[in-house]
């Protein structure tokens, strides 16, 4: 089996992040304002995932995606699980728009269901911009965990 790595995007993959992410109708990414990761299989790209700064207090954990060929191995768990770690938001609220079949997973790393506790303005109008008719067609569901 093919090792995983994780490793901060660099700012010239910008364009190829983003077309993966187009490819799923995922938000495009903002170097600026993200942590970014890429995690590989041996030399293959396999995945990518966020951290994207709300405001000082929160952070959004997000556009976990794992490309088809990759599935099954463990990629998003190693992409979640180096986000967490190496949060460099510090002290923060992080929040997660999975989808409602992921609830297990990401408990794994701490998250709660919080659909019932004030998260900001932008967490609920993405919550709500992800559960729009139009978008993908499975519930997406409000996770939050304090770091």
Do not use: H
Not at 15 to 34: C, Q, R
Not at 50 to 78: C, H, M, Q
Not at 89 to 110: A, D, I, S, V
Not at 124 to 132: E, G, Y
């Amino acid at each position: 089996m093919k090792t995983i790595t994780v490793k901060q995007a660099e700012k010239n993959e910008i364009n190829w992040i983003n077309a993966k992410y187009g490819e799923v109708d995922f938000v495009k990414s903002n170097y600026e304002s993200e942590y970014i990761v890429i995690a590989k299989v041996g030399n293959n790209n396999a995945g990518l995932g966020r951290l994207v700064k709300v405001d000082n207090k929160n952070i959004e954990l997000g556009g976990i995606y794992v490309f088809p060929n990759y599935r099954g191995l463990g990629v998003a768990e190693n992409i979640v699980r180096n986000l967490c770690e190496k949060n460099p938001f510090g002290e923060t609220t992080l929040w997660c728009l999975p989808f409602e079949n992921l609830l297990k997973f990401y408990t794994k790393f701490g998250f709660e269901n919080r659909e019932n506790i004030k998260a900001p303005e932008k967490v609920i109008s993405k919550l709500n911009w992800c559960n729009s008719e139009s978008k993908y067609g499975k519930k997406v569901i409000l996770l939050c965990k304090t770091n």
